[in-house]
């Protein structure tokens, strides 16, 4: 899953909100120095993508991306699932969507010593593009798609992914539906794990 999922599986704690985000900019096992709830939403990121990667709806959305993708295809199903989130917000939260972005940002503001290099040089472009809102939009979307395919320099082939969004949009919004709801479960159940 993509940032915006990561964000909302972590529930209203804030520690573990941070770090299931910046689990991505660790490596290995370099993360003893973070706080016991900061640790645990590492643990909880890599679980949630452990579980993401080995489902079978996944798997059946990546494959309809994957012949002109290739070993992209994970990627771009995290990001197209983060914008069903995004577009449903008002089915999986009471809060505003835009109110919880902002939220989120000034949390990682407020604690931005703690972040790992890869996450301080990301954030002031996640800010000023507010993607977490964004992401609702098939704009926000291709506008991810399109910086992502630049990172891989342009071998990605990410930017094209818009058009496959919007040819299977219900089959990719049917998928994510039904996989969200495996997923919450999935989480909440590592949670009790992790407070054990």
């Known amino acids: ?3 915006l999922a990561h964000i909302y599986l972590s529930g209203d704690n804030d520690e573990l909100k941070i770090g299931n985000f910046i689990a991505d900019g660790l490596s290995g ?3 003893s120095h973070f706080s016991s709830e900061i640790q645990k939403g590492i643990l909880l990121h890599r679980k949630i993508d452990s ?3 080995t489902h079978p709806i996944v798997r059946k959305s990546k494959k309809r991306l994957h012949p002109r993708y290739r070993h992209y295809d994970g990627v771009i199903i995290d990001i197209l699932y983060d914008h069903y989130l995004a577009k449903n917000w008002s089915t999986y939260s009471t809060h505003d969507l835009n109110d919880f972005a902002q939220q989120f940002y000034n ?3 407020s604690n931005h010593d703690i972040l790992p290099e890869k996450i301080k040089h990301l954030l002031p472009f996640m800010i000023k593009g507010n993607w977490l809102y964004n992401y609702r939009t098939l704009e926000g979307i291709e506008s991810v798609l399109i910086g992502m ?3 891989t320099k342009n071998q990605s082939k990410m930017n094209l ?3 496959d969004l919007q040819i ?3 089959d990719f919004e049917n998928d994510f539906t039904t996989f969200f709801e495996d997923l919450r479960t999935a989480s909440l159940e590592q949670l009790k794990t992790l407070n054990r």
Do not use: G, Q, S
């Open 107 to 109: 949390l990682l503001t």
């Open 29 to 31: 096992n370099k993360y």
């Open 149 to 151: 395919n630049k990172r």
């Open 168 to 170: 299977h949009y219900k």
């Open 51 to 53: 579980f993401t990667d």
């Open 161 to 163: 992914a818009i058009e």
């Open 1 to 3: 899953m993509n940032y």
